[in-house]
């Protein structure tokens, strides 16, 4: 059985959850749950960054120390996982002992190897990425863009890590490598961006000016640079696992692909001698009205309220079947409905409803044997098929979206199956003919359905489960065995109904 190493980038602990941390989440869980079924030995690792000066500037407001304060703003990401139905193997914290011992021994690793010195630096700081500036990061203008808010001029002594040595390793390994980053287009805008000589990486604060870190090993009066800190997280979870670290895929955000996971990260494994990862999956943003979703622009949008009215899958679904990963996408609650009502509620809820409301009706609950198939079923079975063997390798290639319109159409089709084939009008006859045309459609409706719902397990694992039980079937341990046309639920008992994605109620009247 392979192994498959996925994580999620780790959310800062600076701040509540929002759509964009939802998104990630989702989209790791379904990838993971993909492998999964697909036979993987899936290890899935999220959680939380901890250390650095806006946590530490977050803890002084509020008058608590910084592990309070963490300690708080780390339990709401870990209570989100449950909500949204994802199923992680780990979840690691940067302030936890296991991390912040491997994070010491590579410093000090790469201090013995002498990748890192000690030198004085002059220039521009913001406060707010946490990071030294350059001036080819001013606007034309002279001005600093806005997203690094405050920008102060300092001098001061630090760490520096050789990361321009690497410069030109770095570009031979993605040219050897196209496939790397995904999506592509992402890669060629890394190569874009290496076409400038890099700069070596300041990996250390004076503790006199930050506190809140990981000490260097070789010199205590510092502490580590946030991001040298935060990324060996995926290495750290998994230190004694070198079966997985081997088979490491990063799932990430494009605003933080370049430069931290793009140049900083290989480099720094590379250095270490450590191996890099299988690849790097980085998403799009979440829009509003053209807009990123920001709190600071108050335009944001709380995943928790969508997923208590509507429920974890419908709110997964929505993520996956609008978003073209990588791309960025518009979110909206008018949007989210016109997918809920008529792709879960009206496709494949109605489904639901149709065969366990006619199999109660005209055979007492008991799934009949299909009896033959004609050119109706033929076409069905033809296009179940031909579905099957699309949607597998969309979502190898990441393709969701796409994997789950074919879904759908398939579903629609079952709906115009049963249009055409009419169980309603074969009940009422009294003719061998039609019984047997009834008892077969009873049966062909009710596997077209549990073939779509095991296509789509992945993405809503809970309805998933739930049809099944009403179906009265279990399914067997080989999911990919699930995806053959058969007899396999000849002789089940169904439920007499179930409430599936029900209407929302209207808005109030002002």
């Not at 799009?284 to 979703?293: D, E, N, P, S, V």
């Not at 079952?414 to 009008?425: H, Q």
Request: hydrophobic share 40%.
């Amino acid at each position: 059985m392979p192994s498959f190493y996925i994580t999620t980038a780790i959310d800062y602990a600076n701040g509540s959850p929002h759509l964009g941390h939802a998104y990630e989440k989702v989209l790791t869980d379904v990838i993971a749950r993909f492998r999964r079924q697909m036979g993987d030995r899936v290890h899935f690792l999220t959680g939380v960054d901890e250390h650095g000066q806006k946590v530490q500037a977050s803890a002084k407001r509020q008058g608590v120390a910084p592990q309070q304060f963490v300690d708080e703003v780390s339990a709401e990401f870990r209570a989100l996982l449950p909500r949204l139905n994802i199923a992680n193997d780990d979840f690691i914290r940067t302030t936890e002992p296991r991390h912040k011992q491997v994070v010491r021994a590579v410093l000090q690793q790469l201090f013995d190897k002498g990748e890192i010195y000690q030198a004085e630096y002059t220039g521009f700081y913001s406060t707010r990425q946490e990071q030294f500036l350059q001036e080819k990061d001013r606007l034309p203008d002279g001005t600093w863009p806005e997203l690094f808010g405050e920008v102060t001029e300092i001098v001061e002594s630090n760490y520096f890590f050789k990361l321009r040595q690497y410069q030109a390793w770095l570009v031979e390994f993605y040219e050897r490598n196209p496939d790397f980053i995904f999506p592509s287009f992402r890669q060629k805008q890394v190569l874009e961006f290496l076409k400038e000589p890099l700069n070596d990486l300041c990996i250390s604060r004076p503790k006199e000016r930050l506190e809140w870190g990981i000490p260097l090993p070789f010199d205590e009066g510092y502490v580590t640079y946030v991001w040298f800190d935060a990324l060996l997280n995926y290495y750290s979870a998994v230190a004694d696992r070198p079966d997985l670290w081997r088979e490491v895929h990063h799932v990430i955000g494009k605003d933080i692909l370049v430069p931290p996971h793009a140049v900083y990260w290989p480099i720094m494994l590379h250095a270490a001698g450590l191996s890099l990862p299988k690849g790097i999956i980085a998403h799009g943003w979440w829009l509003q009205r053209g807009a990123k979703m920001s709190k600071s622009t108050g335009i944001a949008l709380n995943p928790l309220d969508l997923v208590a009215e509507f429920g974890a899958d419908a709110f997964r679904y929505f993520l996956m079947r609008e978003m073209n990963v990588g791309q960025d996408s518009d979110f909206t609650r008018e949007q989210f409905l016109v997918r809920y009502n008529s792709e879960l509620a009206n496709n494949l809820g109605n489904l639901v409803n149709r065969t366990l409301n006619m199999t109660t009706r005209f055979a007492g609950g008991v799934l009949p044997a299909a009896e033959g198939a004609e050119e109706l079923e033929q076409h069905l079975h033809a296009l179940w098929a031909k579905t099957r063997d699309e949607f597998i390798p969309l979502c190898e290639g990441h393709q969701f979206h796409t994997a789950l319109e074919r879904a759908m159409f398939f579903l629609t089709e079952t709906n115009a199956y049963i249009e055409k084939r009419a169980p309603w009008k074969l009940g009422k006859s009294a003719e061998a003919r039609d019984q047997a045309l009834l008892r077969t459609s009873l049966a062909t409706m009710a596997e077209a359905l549990r073939l779509a719902v095991a296509l789509i397990q992945h993405v809503t694992p809970d309805t998933t489960g739930k049809i099944n039980a009403v179906l009265g079937y279990t399914p067997g341990a080989v999911w990919r065995d699930e995806l053959n046309w058969g007899a396999r639920l000849n002789g089940a008992k169904v439920a007499p109904a179930l409430v599936l994605f029900p209407r929302p109620a209207p808005p109030a009247k002002p």
